[in-house]
């Protein structure tokens, strides 16, 4: 099984001067059996490089021992609209 982040956004509440995104974001991705039971639950995180609009970094998933992916991505960061768009390219 294969999880794959092709667009991945974020939406940025603040005021004042642009946010820093550099860091590890953390989090969960919950999936659904096709008659909407809940499925699997997997572990996410982003390691993010923040530069001027430029973000790059990779992302990992995983699920105990059974399920471990891993990938690399390049994208921009728009500090007018709070958006981050991401594309896979490893």
Known sequence: MRISLTIFSFFIIGVGTAQDLTGIWRGIIETQSLTGMQGDRYQFEVQINHQ?????GVTYSYKEISFYGKSAFTGTFSTATGKMVLEENK
């Open 52 to 56: 001027n609009t430029t973000v790059t």
